[in-house]
């Protein structure tokens, strides 16, 4: 669904790449997580998917069609959604249903059509109740999921998450990651670029950035296997795993699939 | 010497009105030497609450007293921001100088010190965030990395020399070993100069492994003031008011559901290692 070939690029004024020579294929509903240091790419190869960046060299292909051409960059956009950082950027209006409708709105759906598709965005993210509340009354996580329902009412197959969670409070983090799963679930392709190792266990796949390469593309359970090569790229395993490695180190016999509380618990119990 | 709040009440205004509190009656000591976490969902008051520490901000009812220096007095608020540095959200926007040595040098010079002196502390505080003067005096802050740029910033805090050093929301937006560099240069702080550190956190995992007290702010109120152990072990009450506990404590809560007696104040992975040496034998 979303193909890296040979990708390089490079910021005007730049001495190194952003990114140099990326390969990368993602599928169709798959839910992949980026991580990296600040500065290795991430951020950068995110851009690239919906063409607000084109490689410097190599291509980059969307639903089958490439970025760098002209014409396919309107319908490019309207198969993936981008969600950044700051609520308070992404929103445009007072009101939040007016403000899930203003994409729709600007590409011309019929009146009728909107209000479907306002009602169901608002459904998927959970803030039906909200439909003609002031946005500056919502908390960031609620504002984020607003963002969101946003996005979705594009009918987007693909959702980009660009750093969404980095403002928000533990359980605005919660209630956005649990919104991203289960959009999953219902079919969406999934790229979420975050600073939180813990926010990536749940998913599919990880890609680890460093330097503008990808170094390590695996599961999480594979991923967090090599602590070194995490280590070496200015990441650090989830706590939970970092615990479970200290615990096999004093004789517990714990597995590779051990990457949160509950799986932690179920596994050393019966050891005790 | 401490920081003494006493029933500290606060409300924003708006068309000369005064809105709703922000902060209603807090009332609590700050220990100096302590290294107090701040905890609160977005809203809660807690950016509102530090900007009274060094009288940014100044409450209506109520005092705030740093080290016998009230802050009602206006007379007394030069004196007690020499000894209280704010370190706010992304302070890295604030970098404005040439030089990262002039940078850091803008405060020391406003306090009016020799040039001696300042190159003296400049120096020091460049060292202290992992700076080293030689490499990084001349270069400017614009073409240091995210993490190196946060360091140098908070390092123009550093150089004024304050007892107590506040700071809002430290780690956002930095990769992991960027929040690891900044959370052992405030450990070290700590350690060798005895600088008290107010960090405002949401990150549970953080707070547990450095903080000495932990302040939870509801809706303008205190929830809870404690040693991270007590304030962890509220684990149902946190969830409740749109926060959680640090992982470590998760997982003990999982144990105890799958009937494993392990106590839930243990908030860290030394205490968690520590339970599984020596102490489940008695569990």
Known sequence: ?272 | MSIVINHLTFAYTQGGKPLAPTLKGLTFTIEEGSFLGIIGHTGSGKSTFVKHLNGLLSCEKGTVIVDGHDLSQKSERRTVRSLVGMVFQYPEYQLFAETVYEDVAFGPRNMKLDEAEIKTRVTNAMTMVGLDPERFSTRSPFELSGGERRRAAIAGVLAMQPKYLVLDEPMAGLDPLGRKEILSLLEKLRSESGCTIIMISHSMDDIANHATKVLVLEQGSVFLYDTPQIVFSNAEELQRIGLSVPSITKICIEMNRRGVAIPTSICTEDAFLHWFREGKAHA
């Open chain 1, 1 to 272: 669904m979303i193909r890296f070939d040979h990708v390089t690029f490079q910021y005007e004024k730049a001495f190194t790449p952003a990114l140099s020579d990326i390969d990368l294929e993602i599928k169709e509903n798959e839910f992949v997580a980026i991580v990296g240091h600040n500065g290795s790419g991430k951020s950068t190869l995110a851009k690239h998917v919906n063409g607000l960046l084109l490689p410097t060299q190599g291509t980059v292909t969307v639903c089958g069609m490439q970025t760098s051409d002209e014409d396919n960059i309107l319908r490019i956009r309207q198969n993936v959604g981008m969600a950044f950082q700051n609520p308070d950027n992404q929103l445009v209006t007072t009101v939040v249903e007016e403000d899930v409708a203003f994409g729709p709105e600007n590409l011309g759906v019929a009146p009728d059509e909107i209000r479907i598709r306002v009602d169901d965005a608002l459904a998927s993210v959970g803030m039906t109740d909200f439909a003609t509340s002031a946005v500056h009354h919502l908390s960031g996580g609620q504002k984020q999921r607003i963002a969101i329902a946003g996005i979705l009412a594009l009918k987007p197959r693909i959702l980009v998450l660009d750093e969404a969670s980095a403002m928000l409070d533990p359980s605005g983090r919660a209630e956005l990651l649990e919104t991203v799963h289960k959009l999953h679930r219902e079919g969406m392709t999934i790229l979420m670029v975050t600073q939180y190792m813990e926010e990536t266990t749940g998913c599919d796949r990880i890609v680890v950035m460093k330097g503008g390469k990808v170094v390590l593309d695996d599961t999480p359970k594979e991923v967090f296997k090599h602590t070194d090569i995490l280590m070496e790229s200015n990441l650090v395993p989830p706590e939970t795993v970092s615990v479970r490695n200290a615990l096999r180190s004093i004789g517990y016999a714990l597995s590779d699939s051990v990457l949160t509380a509950e799986l932690l618990a179920e596994e050393v119990c019966p050891l005790l």
